[in-house]
Nanobody
Framework: QVQLVESGGGLVQPGGSLRLSCAAS????????MSWYRQAPGKEREVVAS????????NYADSVKGRFTISRDNAKNTVYLQMNSLKPEDTAVYYC???????????????WGQGTQVTVSS
């Protein structure tokens, strides 16, 4: 079965760094696009970063561009989100996601991890 397990969240001061990990099982991350989402209390869920199945293309929300980096370690079947220069506005629950594909019902379902809390505060 498909499973995504996030880790690495915690409390960090403004300007600090944190690296989130997403350990995948039940599929090979190399063959799928992967994304990180986040949701703060009272706010809508937003996509933070995405990486293509081939790993050649990445996309970032404007709010994190230049500060966050998404990457994939195919040998470990793990996706990472390196977060630098953290701001209080980055406080949220961060989710690892395997987005569903269009055009084939076998891959249409989205898969989500349980989330990991990131709190940026002094």
């Amino acid at each position: 079965q498909v499973q995504l397990v996030e880790s690495g969240g915690g409390l960090v001061q403004p300007g600090g760094s944190l690296r989130l990990s997403c350990a995948a099982s039940g599929f090979t991350v190399r063959n799928y696009a992967m994304s990180w989402y986040r949701q703060a209390p009272g706010k809508e869920r937003e996509v933070v970063a995405s990486i293509s199945s081939a790993g050649a293309n990445t996309n970032y929300a404007d709010s994190v561009k230049g500060r966050f980096t998404i990457s994939r370690d195919n040998a470990k079947n793990t996706v990472y989100l390196q977060m630098n220069s953290l701001k209080p506005e980055d406080t949220a629950v961060y989710y690892c996601t395997r987005p569903g594909r269009v055009g084939d019902v076998r891959f249409a379902r989205d898969y989500w991890g349980q989330g990991t809390q990131v709190t940026v505060s002094s």
